[in-house]
T-cell receptor, first 112, second 111 residues
């Protein structure tokens, strides 16, 4: 059974719309992350949360907003979608900062 | 500029052969290196980690680290077709958990 659940697996959106990517982890980890991977760029850090608090933010655009309603949830809201946002978005988690993050299976987003 | 440089971009080895992958960080604050493997259409899976100078071996996989030059390498002996994947090197240069990934080395093992 997957320990990090990302929903949906595939997502198609139109330019200008808004989507929420869901992530839940059942590993008891206290740190959660979002990474993005596209054909144009390598795997890229976006956000990190520890105990539901934002610790680090690499994303310049305010169109990307993480949301943590529970300690094992870290969703990603993306507004005003652009074709350049097309990528696979990976949620990850770890127990503390010294442990290698474990990645979910990703949400593949296509913006038309 | 990319903080983590990996070489080569792609590598073809015969089954049973040795694959050697390289990774260098430009961040003088880096303290941890990880190697991940990503099969096509799948998520990255952590393969090995190294934090201290020297060598670490796990089965067919050996990782080296030279902290002075911020260079790490991954060696896969007796390569198998199932080893064909994108190998990602990641470094951490802060206490906040952010990992910097290289662009990866695409390894193809030919039967």
């Amino acid at each position: 059974d997957p320990k990090i659940i990302q929903k949906p697996k595939y997502l198609v959106a139109v330019t200008g719309s808004e989507k929420i990517l869901i992530c839940e982890q059942y590993l008891g980890h206290n740190a959660m992350y979002w990474y993005r991977q596209s054909a144009k760029k390598p795997l890229e850090f976006m956000f990190s949360y520890s105990y539901q608090k934002l610790m680090d933010n690499q994303t310049a655009s305010s169109r990307f907003q993480p949301q943590s309603s529970k300690k094992n949830h870290l969703d990603l809201q993306i507004t005003a979608l652009k074709p350049d946002d097309s990528a696979t978005y990976f949620c990850a988690s770890s127990q503390g900062n010294n442990q290698a993050p474990l990645f979910g299976e990703g949400t593949r987003l296509s913006v038309l | 500029q990319q903080k983590v440089q990996q070489s080569p971009e792609s590598l073809i080895v015969p089954e049973g052969g040795m694959a050697s992958l390289n990774c260098t960080s430009s961040d003088r604050n880096v303290d941890y290196f990880w190697w991940y493997r990503q099969h096509s259409g799948k998520s990255p899976k952590m393969l090995m980690s190294i934090f201290s100078n020297g060598e670490k071996e796990e089965g067919r996989f050996t990782v080296h680290l030279n902290k002075a030059s911020l260079h790490t390498s991954l060696h896969i002996r007796d390569s198998q077709p199932s080893d064909s994947a994108l190998y990602l090197c990641a470094s951490r240069g802060s206490a906040l958990g952010r990992l910097h990934f290289g662009a990866g080395t695409q390894l193809i093992v030919i039967p």
